[in-house]
């Protein structure tokens, strides 16, 4: 049995409610002890002076591209890229090609991420067959195969029957239903945030009550269905004011921000560039401020990238032509660091939360905690590390990150999957 | 970034003022018996048209041919674009055959600044989606200083589907940056409310008859009703609504000048009475076009 000794981190585990500092102790793939002085012979030691170690990161929403898109990424570049970024698990969304909706897909993805990825790998699976939106996917025997999840992600049940059959369904599977909340015929030719500089750049605007019509639609039918409703990308003041009165009237209702959705708003977009566009799109600075405030005030439960990669082809087009989606494992510490923590919004305990239990909860995985039995997964950052990101030395096979040539403060320093190092940074 | 002309939004007054001092010089060569020189000999301009245009294409061609410049022409149609070569590469194989500007046209928005960001050879937008139409909000400027002292202060009325409009942008950016205030009409769901923030002075109305009082240039555009599928406007009624006739004139200063950047759809945006009026000044734009774009090739290849 491997050893590893952490030597002196601050632990922060809101699981357990610690936030001392430690040491932590693992024995194969569990955590054996977290304490102060702990002595283990034959154990493997990494001094952790310094850095925070926290539960490893769950991204509870990615595009890992395979089956089907493996020029753009793999589940191997995909996980790599996870772990550069301090992440140990994360939930791959079922647009893949063929589309995650049964459980032969599902069993394939696992099996592939068994041999090939360096963190865990839990997948998403889908609502409708092929995601067309027309009859339900085989949700209950993907659930047997391990999906943690059923969304139609990017392109979201438009027919409200089906969307009401499909919580109906999940619910008595014990499933979430995360929904990318976009009405496609108010958003349909839309490239981005409908506001003031699409009317300036000569681009088709997706508004902000396209997103607003299906949060609305969801927590009514998640009221009807009693099903777990999981909002992606919240992007929107008036989603994220939904999501809050919904939570304050008891309903099983959750959403996760990106980290670009509060770090970036329309304006900061580089004019046709099509390392901003996404869907939903960056929206208006209010907005920005609103997905914000509400992970300060705790509507929001977890912070997801929505990692998208895109090859460079792809991205290379006029801009109303380019897919939508961007990189965001290997950036979205960083970024929440620089515009949350250290702009003194949330506290560093609070960051952990939003990245283990809050992802966790939402899925319902026992993952997320660092206590003696947990699974032997920690993430261990430098809050004051001073770095650059070059896409360029990505791990993703992909280069579409807004990102590319930012200096930041604070970033992951060593990822740690069942035990083992899956990355270290080169220092 | 090479110096092309992507757009009037990124140009100060002084760059704008320079360009139509000398397209008046230029104005001038259209009417002697022998109207070209050799100002830009030796130079190589390729005319990229990704959308069809008769009168923007020609005019930029006969600009350079005046300038003593060669021009080749070519048109997506019948190129490699239709064999499935993107843009870039199109873009890129063009360049190296070193031509000394690249004049575009192309459906997309930022298609040009996009290009602009990755190729070596200065480029002139032509038209991009519905973003701006640089040359055509300078030769319109022209016109109107053809015929009145200065743009400051004037109030001018454009009328149309904005949303859609690259030359409404150009126009209301050129505008306003000379002090002209600018009234903007159209349906609802051609005006979005954003537009306001556009530049300063713009403000927005949806009665034509509001738009066209004390106006000194009415600017109509053409407008498509139908986009994607999705009706912004009922075909049957917007003559009655916003199309301009004879009558609205009398609202107007007395010697109010009526433009239209073409193609006209008569009976619809605008009564061939007023097209055809002695108000209508849309064929001295098309003249000053030549002139302007003589300015514009001069400008960014010397």
């Known amino acids: 049995m491997t050893r590893l000794l952490i030597r002196n981190a601050r632990v922060i585990d809101p699981a357990s409610r610690l936030d001392r500092v430690a040491d932590i102790l693992i024995e194969g793939d569990r955590v054996a002890a977290v304490g102060p002085a702990l002595e283990r012979a034959g154990a493997e030691e990494f001094d952790a002076t310094g850095l925070v170690a926290a539960p490893g990161f769950i991204d509870l929403h990615v595009h890992l591209r395979e089956p089907g898109f493996e020029h753009a990424e793999t589940i191997e570049s995909g996980s790599r890229a996870a772990a550069a970024g301090g992440f140990t698990s994360i939930c791959p969304m079922p647009n893949t090609a063929p589309v995650n909706d049964s459980a032969t897909v599902t069993r394939y993805i696992i099996e592939r991420a068994r041999h090939h990825a360096v963190v865990n790998v839990f997948p998403i699976g889908a609502i409708s067959q092929n995601s067309a939106g027309e009859q339900l996917a085989d949700i209950g025997s993907m659930k047997q195969s391990g999906v943690v999840a059923i969304s139609d992600d990017g392109r979201p049940v438009m027919n409200s029957r089906l969307m009401r059959r499909a919580m109906e369904l999940a619910r008595a599977f014990h499933l979430p239903v995360i929904d990318h909340c976009e009405d496609l015929n108010l958003s349909a030719g839309g490239d981005m945030h409908e506001g003031a500089e699409s009317v300036r750049r000569g681009l088709r605007g997706i508004p902000s009550s396209a997103e607003d019509v299906m949060v609305a639609r969801d927590i009514l039918l998640a009221d009807l269905t009693g099903a777990r409703l999981h909002v992606a990308h919240i992007s929107t003041r008036a989603s994220v004011g939904m999501v809050a009165e919904a939570k304050a009237r008891g309903l099983a209702v959750s959403c996760e921000a990106t980290p670009h959705h509060f770090a970036l708003s329309a304006a900061d977009s580089i004019p046709y560039d099509s390392n901003f566009k996404m869907k939903p799109p960056l929206r208006s600075t209010c907005d920005v401020e609103a997905v914000a405030a509400g992970i300060v005030a705790g509507t929001v439960d977890a912070i997801a990238t929505d990692h998208a990669p895109h090859a460079g082809s792809e991205k290379m087009q006029e801009f109303e032509l380019c897919p939508f989606g961007i990189l965001g494992l290997e950036t979205a510490l960083a970024v929440t660091l620089e515009r949350l923590v250290h702009a003194g919004r949330i506290s560093l305990v609070r960051l952990v939360e939003l990245f283990t239990t809050g992802p966790a909860r939402v899925l319902g995985l026992d993952r997320g905690r660092l206590a003696p039995g947990a699974a032997a997964d920690v993430t261990l950052f430098d809050p004051e590390l001073r770095w650059t990101y070059d896409v360029n030395r990505s791990f993703s096979k992909s280069r579409n990150s807004p990102f590319d040539g930012r200096s930041f403060r604070g970033g992951p320093v060593a990822t740690i999957v069942a035990g083992s190092f899956a990355w270290r940074r080169d220092r | ?302």
């Not at chain 2, 005319?47 to 048109?75: P, Q, W, Y």
């Not at chain 2, 409009?165 to 954003?194: Q, Y």
């Open chain 2, 1 to 302: 970034m090479p110096a092309g002309l992507l757009g009037i939004e990124e140009l100060d007054r002084d760059e704008i003022e320079s360009i139509l001092r000398r397209a008046r010089d230029f104005q001038h060569i259209q009417h002697q018996a022998v109207k070209k020189s050799d100002l830009l000999r030796g130079k190589m301009i390729v005319n990229l048209f990704f959308e069809s245009s008769t009168r923007t294409r020609t005019s930029f061609e006969i600009a350079a041919k005046r300038m003593g410049a060669d021009a080749v022409s070519i048109s997506a149609s019948g190129s490699s674009v239709a064999k499935g070569e993107s843009l870039v590469d199109t873009l890129n194989t063009l360049a190296a055959m070193r031509p000394d500007a690249i004049v575009m046209r192309h459906a997309a928005s930022g298609a040009p600044h996009f290009l602009a960001r990755h190729l070596p050879t200065p480029i002139i937008n032509a038209g991009d989606g519905t973003h701006e139409h640089p040359t055509q909000a300078l030769l319109d400027a022209l016109t109107i200083l053809d015929y009145r002292p200065a743009l400051e202060g004037l109030r001018v009325a454009i009328t149309g589907d904005i949303a859609h409009s690259r030359v409404a942008r150009s126009n209301i950016h050129l505008l306003s940056k000379f002090g002209a205030s600018i009234v903007l009409c159209g349906p609802p769901t051609m005006l979005p409310a954003e537009l306001a923030q556009l530049a300063p002075g713009v403000t927005l109305t949806h009665e034509i008859s509001e738009a066209i009082r004390d106006a000194d240039v009415i600017m109509m555009l053409r407008v498509q009703l139908e986009r994607q599928n999705e009706t912004a406007f009922p075909a049957g009624e917007y003559y009655s609504f916003y199309g301009l006739r004879l009558e609205h004139l009398a609202l107007a200063r007395p010697e109010v000048l009526v433009m239209h950047p073409g193609p006209i759809n008569r009976g619809r945006e605008i009564s061939s009475e007023v097209a055809d009026s002695q108000r209508s000044v849309i064929l001295n734009q098309v003249e000053n076009g030549v002139a302007v774009r003589m300015a514009v090739l001069e400008r960014v290849l010397s």
